[in-house]
């Protein structure tokens, strides 16, 4: 038998690079995307409140496309693409929003969205991509649940960023984060 078909040698491989990822320099760093954005623009002094809640919006904005669109989520995607083909194999994760008021001495204001990936959503996913490559249908699946956490880690900081904008914390530089973590469930 030759290389291509032996399948002892194939799943001796595959066992190889499974422990090197597992044991190498990047163990537990390609479980984590993120994007930060710095606005140093400080608002005028007469900007209304809408105004400067647009500003640390807009941030945001920068941060969770920088996040989608990092280098990091490839490897997340790579090491999540094959869910679709373990029987009952799931993954959860969270993606979190931070806000650093780097001007003021409040604290940061943090917030948080939990996630469960189900091998239906790569079945979902296979359809709407019209491909059967895991990897383009896994990264489809890890944008879209990065969307949604955004939007709901929003929801939970928005009235926190409203008490901080009347305590005028937003009057300096300001840093937004944007994380995605993953990680395997097994039963």
């Known amino acids: 038998m030759s290389f291509r078909t032996n399948p002892d040698r194939i799943l001796e491989n595959i066992d190889r690079a499974r422990s090197r990822d597992d044991g190498g320099l990047r163990a537990g760093s390609d479980r984590q995307a993120s994007g930060r954005e710095l606005d140093t623009a400080v608002p005028e002094v007469d900007a ?31 090491r999540f693409q094959a869910v679709g083909d373990v029987n009952e194999h799931r993954a959860v994760g969270d993606v979190s929003v931070s806000i650093r008021w780097l001007d003021h001495d409040r604290n940061d204001d943090f917030g948080m969205s939990p996630f469960e990936i189900v091998p239906n959503d790569l079945v979902e996913a296979r359809k709407a991509t019209k491909t059967t490559r895991p990897d383009v249908n896994a990264l489809r699946v890890l944008r879209h649940r990065l969307r949604t956490g955004v939007q709901e880690a929003w929801q939970k900081v928005e009235p926190r960023v409203r008490d901080a904008l009347r305590d005028r914390a937003d009057m300096g530089h300001v840093e937004v984060q944007v994380t995605m973590d993953l990680r395997p469930v097994e039963f």
Request: charged residues 20%; positive net charge.
């Open 48 to 78: 209304t409140t809408p105004e400067r809640m647009k500003r640390i919006f807009a941030a945001l904005e920068r941060s969770y496309t920088s996040c989608a669109q990092s280098a990091a989520l490839g490897p997340l995607a790579h």
